[in-house]
């Protein structure tokens, strides 16, 4: 490679240069050099307006960044690899110890004795599979898979604005970085994988974040795993259980219930995972970005400071305007999320009543924990727009045990049988009266079934009585039984034989 004219000899390259290199290699830096030279523009007073720092550690650091933003991102909207890195290391955060062996032992044994419990409030049998205790690094891992197909069609939407947004304000660069910016070739590419890596950070914080907190794969009220799993994370359960008044192990077989609780139920119910996760998939595909947010967030951030792009998504610059259709499915994703853990509440209030002293007051701290929510869920929040809370809980737990108390635990659970079954957003508006609309509502359609049957049978008496029914000249000499017409029926002069005419009928007696 030639010696750079502009650079004297044996010197260092610009930092323009350094930057063009990393991003886009040496042989396509050195041409986009060379074009710049060509077009009068100082490579060094290029550098200086863009803030790029002279010190020459300084830059190969801000570089790596830059790296490590753009690479193994593919053509994906999110970079994964990133997003995976980045939730292990959030994970990690404070510590993420091991599982031991005495722990595990623990989880096993109280995961085991929730199953025994549960057998005797709900007719949904075990889960199957075994029975497991995570560390947080492993909850990561066992998640990240249903995070990648909530998340995708949102960055899609996420990476597109961003694209335009980035180009539209390229307009407004002085002439020499536009010159210099066609000289890069495609930028858009470049811009993707931005979007893909910024997006990635953000997927891998609110993972990471939640990592820490889930007490399992249930604990979000989404089915995060696609295999029956029962599982708990002992590091999160025992930061839970500091400054309660319960002891651990009651704690523990407390949080073990509800999650064998919540594997049950997704493990029995085939159409609830696909229901749940198609729900937030309908929202994600029906999402638009507020371009202005978006707008006012890239003026005033250096897309080469990872840590300013991280803090910009995080703040919730890239607000997510609802439509309609997503307004209703944020309804439906309520109701479900409710109906779920309303479900789960109850029969673990049912399972533990004989055997745990603390059992209600466990119950209300984890309806405020839930009710509340705490960083992770407010982070997905800003990522994808949805809260997972179930805002109607109390309604939901409510609904099941009138349900539960006036038609047992067979019909309650009978309910989970198919979709259309579920109560609706207006029942829960008065869940107590649940059963009793449920049974005025089955009884209306029985009278109707019945009058269809009827009607098609020919056995309504309106259909066999009505006028006109009988073909005149169709009745049998003799077929009449005296007495049986009502007096003044008959129309003298009609019936085929008159001498078998009633003489009953007034239309027939001689005039006196």
């Known amino acids: 490679m030639s010696q750079d004219p502009t650079r004297p000899e044996g010197g260092e390259p610009h930092s323009w240069e350094e930057l063009l290199r990393s991003m886009m290699g ?17 490579p060094e007073a290029m550098s200086r307006a863009a803030g790029l720092p002279a010190d020459r550690n300084q830059l190969m650091m801000m570089i790596g960044q830059m790296q490590q933003l753009l690479a193994s991102g593919g053509g994906d909207p999110v970079n994964w690899r990133l997003a995976h890195d980045l939730a292990r290391q959030t994970a990690h955060t404070g510590g993420d110890p091991s599982v031991t062996a005495a722990e595990a032992e623990r989880v096993r044994s109280a995961l085991s004795v929730a199953d025994l419990w549960l057998d005797a409030a709900t007719d949904l049998g075990p889960a199957g599979g075994r029975y497991e205790a995570w560390s947080r690094a492993d909850w990561v891992e066992r998640t990240l898979p249903t995070w990648k197909r909530l998340s995708e069609p949102v960055a899609t939407s996420v990476s597109q604005a961003l694209v335009e947004t980035i180009e539209a304000q390229a307009e407004h660069l002085p002439p020499e970085f536009r010159a210099m910016a066609s000289q890069m070739g495609p930028v858009e590419g470049m811009l993707r994988q931005l979007g893909g890596a910024v997006f990635g950070m953000q997927v891998g914080q609110a993972v990471g974040t939640l990592a820490r907190e889930a007490f399992g794969p249930a604990d979000t009220g989404l089915p995060l795993v696609e ?8 590091a999160n359960v025992a930061d839970f259980t500091e400054g309660l008044d319960a002891p651990a192990e009651e704690v523990r077989l407390f949080l073990a219930v509800r999650e064998v609780a919540h594997a049950r139920l997704f493990a029995h119910v085939p159409w609830l995972r696909a229901h749940l996760l198609g729900i937030v998939e309908a929202y994600a595909r029906e999402i638009t970005i507020d371009t202005e947010a978006m707008e006012e967030a890239v003026r005033g951030i250096d897309p080469t400071d990872p840590e300013q792009l991280r803090e910009a998504f995080s703040g919730g610059v890239f607000a997510l305007e609802q439509s309609p259709a997503q307004k209703a499915a944020l309804v439906r ?7 779920v853990e309303g479900w789960v509440e109850e029969v673990t209030a049912q399972a533990v009543a004989p055997h745990l002293p603390h059992a209600v007051p ?10 509340t929510g705490g960083p992770a869920e407010q982070t997905f929040a800003t990522l994808v727009g949805l809260e997972l809370r179930p805002r109607r809980l109390r309604e939901a737990a409510t609904l099941w045990a009138s349900l539960g ?5 067979a019909e309650r659970d009978a309910l989970w049988s198919h979709p259309d079954l579920m109560p609706t957003p207006e029942e829960l508006d008065d869940p107590k009266s649940f059963v009793a609309t449920r049974r005025a509502a089955r009884a209306a359609e029985e009278d109707v079934d019945a009058a269809l049957a009827a009607l098609l049978g020919g056995t309504l008496p309106e259909a066999a009585g009505a006028p006109g029914s009988e073909t005149p000249g169709t009745d049998a000499p003799g077929s009449e039984t005296p007495g049986m017409d009502r007096p003044g029926t008959d129309t003298p002069g009609t019936d085929v034989d008159p001498e078998t005419d009633d003489p009953t ?8």
């Open 362 to 371: 466990l119950r209300e701290m984890l309806r405020r924990r839930r009710a």
């Open 405 to 409: 108390a006036e038609r047992g635990t």
């Open 227 to 234: 295999e029956p799993a029962t599982a708990l994370v002992p």
């Open 333 to 339: 994703l309520e109701t479900a999320l409710a109906l």
């Open 505 to 512: 009928d007034e239309g027939d007696q001689p005039a006196r």
């Open 26 to 42: 040496p042989e396509a830096a050195e041409e986009a050099m060379r074009a710049m030279r060509a077009s009068g523009l100082d």
